[in-house]
């Protein structure tokens, strides 16, 4: 009986944890037929207890929530006060007016890069005296290697903007904008881009009726497919209206986009050269004098940037430099998951091995990770915030960034109390983040929703979802 008793006195604190976690199922019958959820609440202390829980051990697709990791190995491996930083370098001298020898524009993938930093860092060059380079131009993108689209990245959205691919030769987002004006029904519209932008969109779009019956009208959807040097043709329909439809596109080729800009701004700047402009992608040890250089924002900055928004090219190009640092060669995809993996196993014990992390964005549909792996990686950076400081990067409840119109928390009790990484890929609502409850401390989720599509015509797509997360969080916000 003595043995009884200390068993049960053993097990009783084990099974109180569990008798108080919150029941999951019941709110899952509001979501649409189909949907597969993993859910994992804990609270936010030495040893969390789990507040609700519901198939947390189940691989998904991460979407956007994958910048979470991407963010924490960041910090951890390159520091919050790490800048890319371009560099116009040479092989020779200046005399006369000349450089005699190549410009070398060494390329760090800098997504913040501009047309204006690279103007003045041409005019840098102007007042070093050189009017005439006598050589060659040469970008140099030796700091990637390999593809600059990551495998799983669904292939009809590799033109729009939220898909530009992370290559070294990045300016002005490697995104630009076109428009579509509708003509009369029947004829065809017109397609404008801007005269100082070096891509080329033509088109064959036919105006048709708005809300026309007609099944070949219906099925005609303005499409669109390009070629390598950033050539891109728009078929299909568009309805008649009197306003023009703007589409932003990203930059396909990043080298090519990238020589035009640069021979642009040196005529503009009447500074001439004998030679080719020529891409050069393998390192060398060759010493070079600098000229001029340009950085970017610190990295506390840009994940900022990246976390609020939602933003894909700062999160990939993050991600690659990552490999590039971590092994000291040329950042790939596939080295940069390894540094990710390596990075978190060695500086917070938290192993991600049998996870499947293709990008740092989540745009790639090959991304797998649990609610559990994620949750780790959520109490760590609360543990840690006060050098991370992390949590305040993350999207405020109806405040900024990709949840400040998110139906379900932008209303009290949720608004600005919940700050968390949103997730969304087709069929996906993914949700990382924390509740800060009134007494200051914090409460950590991880919603992965999977398979998710409306079983109702008659309200939004996502109303469903946006029910259920109101209902069920605001279990947790006291």
């Known amino acids: 009986m003595t043995k009884f008793k200390i068993i ?60 979470v990791i991407t963010a924490l190995a960041a910090e951890l491996e390159l520091g919050r006060d790490f800048r890319f930083i371009t560099r116009m370098q040479t092989n020779g001298s200046i005399s006369n007016k000349q450089l005699n020898g190549d410009l070398i524009i060494q390329l760090s993938g800098d997504p913040t890069f501009t047309r204006e930093k690279l103007k003045n860092m041409i005019v840098e060059l102007r007042k070093k005296g050189i009017e005439k380079i006598a050589g060659n131009l040469i970008l140099d993108t030796s700091i990637f290697t390999s593809h600059d689209k990551a495998e799983g990245w669904s292939w009809n959205n590799l033109t729009a903007c939220y898909s530009a691919p992370p290559s070294a030769a990045i300016i002005d987002d490697n995104c630009f904008y076109a428009s579509v004006i509708p003509g009369k029904i029947g004829g065809q519209a017109t397609i404008s881009t801007s005269s100082n932008i070096p891509a080329q969109v033509t088109g064959n779009v036919k105006t048709i009726a708005k809300n026309s019956k007609d099944l070949n009208d219906k ?41 035009t800009i640069l021979k642009n701004e040196l005529k ?163 949700l990382a983040g924390f509740i800060q409850k009134s007494d200051g401390k914090y409460v950590a989720f991880v919603q992965l929703l999977s398979g998710y599509h409306a079983d109702s015509q008659s309200e939004p797509q996502n109303s469903a979802i946006m029910r259920f997360e109101s209902e069920f969080y605001k279990n947790f916000i006291n």
């Open 268 to 430: 503009q700047q009447k500074i001439t050269y004998t030679g080719s402009l020529l891409e050069r992608n393998q390192r060398t040890n060759t010493q070079l004098t600098l000229l001029a250089s340009s950085q970017s924002e610190p990295l506390s900055e840009l994940l900022t940037v990246m976390l609020k928004k939602s933003n894909n090219l700062y999160a990939d190009v993050i991600f690659r430099t990552l490999g590039a640092h971590y092994y000291n060669v040329q950042g790939t995809w596939r080295n940069g998951g390894d540094a990710v993996k390596q990075i978190l196993r060695k500086k917070t014990g938290i192993n991600l091995e049998n996870l499947v992390i293709v990008d740092g964005s989540g745009l790639s549909r090959l991304n797998l990770v649990s609610a559990d792996k994620l949750m780790e990686i959520l109490q760590y950076i609360a543990a840690h915030n006060t050098q991370l400081r992390i949590i305040e990067m993350l999207p405020i409840a109806g405040v900024d960034g990709t949840l400040q119109n998110r139906k379900s928390f932008n209303q009290a009790p949720f608004k600005e109390t919940i700050r968390a990484k949103t997730g969304y890929i087709q069929g996906c609502y993914n």
């Open 219 to 259: 099925y005609c959807e303005l499409d669109v497919t390009y070629s390598d040097k950033n050539r891109y043709h728009l078929s299909g329909c568009i309805a008649a209206s009197p306003d023009k439809t703007a589409l932003k596109f990203a930059v396909i080729n990043g080298v090519e986009y990238f020589s």
């Open 8 to 67: 049960i006195l053993f097990l009783f604190p084990f099974f109180t944890g569990f008798l108080h976690a919150l029941s999951v199922e019941p709110y899952i019958s509001s979501l649409p037929q189909g949907s597969d959820l993993s859910i994992l609440v804990q609270s936010v202390e030495s040893k969390p207890k789990t507040l609700a829980k519901y198939k947390s051990d189940q691989f998904k697709q991460p979407a956007s929530t994958q910048k």
